[in-house]
């Protein structure tokens, strides 16, 4: 391997201004926590990036791992060499003979150290001729070049760039606030966890069951789920609700068109009691406007009175084809697809009410005991931590 250093570099970072400091602090944070497992890095940040000096490491899994980062806009390869043309040219022309596959190439240098006495254009010049009298294999193409040599010259050294790996972008998991994920075993709701987590949200999840009537393989879907957004949001603690009570009371007081409605409306005041317990500022879903019954403006409103707290719907304005594909480049959709039930498919009525009235679901809530409902069901949640080396579980963390 000729590359001894990996540089990140931020994107919406950068512009953060004053509190650009905040942000790459927490970027560096996560990167070391994904790369614990690596303990010859050296990995140290810089005002406009992160280096990570590999000692041996293996590059290839380094960089899939860091591709995942949220806040890393791209990744490259590099080797450092003095600050004199002769070193220069010779790392340039050792990355291009080592990149076999590339057949075409150009020079990028800058001076960040407009002390050296080349300028950047002049570098351009000299270090493409230099590799093209060295290494037959390449011809120049300026503008879709298979490799790119960047050439950054600094005030104590020279960078050399060769490949470049693309980040997930965003913003670094830790710098949003906490939002309470309602997480089924369906498609929707992981892409949601993952949109937030982009947008430096961190991520806890709530998961209603209803046994004996979801099955176990519908709560190992969750948890398979959960495993999966861990790779992009970090440590997720996932809050299991026992639900199977306040379904059965709905299905024996609320007409069958509104039980859809008044279900949704104790889950978001369930999940609201869990938010206040785990500070989570906001409660999110994975609903898309006009997808199902409960998912109409009519619906999203009435269930939206009867909680306090944000309801974030980052899913609101796709369609399913857009949604299936992102599931799909996460690795969830295989999961998801699963042929289990989860809570709201089992007692779904023939014809659920698409236009609800807050009024009409308020007189139905009077037939049902609401407050015991939600406080036995909080009582009653199990919660499981996925995070750190192993999975802990945690059945006092409510209480």
């Known amino acids: 391997m000729i590359y001894d250093y990996l540089v990140i570099r931020f994107g919406e970072i950068a512009i953060k201004g004053k509190n650009k400091k905040r942000f790459v ?32 490491e293996d590059q290839d899994r380094i960089v899939r791992i860091l591709e995942k980062v949220f806040g890393i806009h791209n990744i490259s390869s590099a080797v450092k060499v003095g600050k004199n043309l002769e070193s220069i040219r010779e790392g ?19 001076r960040k150290d407009k002390r050296f006495p080349i300028r950047g254009s002049e570098l351009n010049q000299d270090l493409g001729a230099w590799v093209l009298k060295h290494c037959e294999r390449l011809d ?13 010259v600094g005030d104590h050294e020279t960078r050399i760039y060769g490949r470049e790996y693309p980040g997930a972008g965003g913003l670094p998991v830790g710098t949003g606030g906490k939002i309470l994920l309602m997480l089924s075993g369906g498609i929707d709701s992981p892409v949601a966890g993952y949109l937030l987590a982009r947008r430096g949200a961190s991520i806890e999840a709530v998961h209603f069951e209803s046994p004996p009537y979801t099955s176990d393989r519908a709560k190992q879907k969750v948890v398979d789920i959960v495993k999966k957004l861990r790779f992009y949001a970090g440590d997720i603690k996932l809050h299991l609700v026992p639900f199977t009570q306040t379904q059965l ?11 859809v409605t008044i279900m949704r409306r104790l889950m978001f005041r369930i999940s609201e ?30 269930i939206n009175q009867v909680t306090d707290l944000p309801v974030l719907r980052p899913l609101v304005a796709m369609d399913k084809l857009d949604i299936s594909r992102i599931a799909k480049e996460i690795d969830t959709y295989d999961i998801s697809i699963r042929p289990y039930e989860d809570c709201c498919t089992i007692f779904l009525p ?28 909080v009582r009653a949640t199990e919660t499981v931590i996925f995070g750190g080396r192993e999975e802990r579980n945690a059945f006092s963390d409510l209480l």
């Not at 009371?249 to 039980?259: F, L, Q």
């Not at 698409?354 to 069901?377: G, M, N, S, W």
Request: no cysteine; net charge negative; proline share 4%.
């Open 249 to 259: 009371a709905i299905r024996e007081n609320v007409p069958e068109d509104y039980r």
């Open 350 to 377: 023939k014809a659920p009410r698409t236009r609800p009235d807050r009024k009409h679901a308020e007189r139905f809530e009077h037939f049902l005991d609401i407050d015991a409902l939600v406080d036995e069901a």
């Open 92 to 110: 340039v022309l050792e990355i291009a003979r080592a990149e076999t596959e590339a057949k075409t190439f150009k020079i990028a240098a800058r």
């Open 273 to 302: 009691k869990i938010a206040a317990r785990t500070d989570a500022l906001a409660i999110a879903t994975g609903e898309s406007l006009g997808q199902v019954a409960s998912q109409t403006l009519e619906s999203m409103n009435a």
């Open 140 to 152: 120049v193409d300026v503008h879709h070049p298979d490799l790119t040599l960047r050439v950054e």
């Open 25 to 56: 602090e927490k970027l560096e944070d996560n990167v070391r926590e994904k790369l614990r497992d690596f303990p010859g890095l050296q990995i140290k940040r810089h005002y406009d990036d992160i280096e990570i000096r590999l000692n041996g």
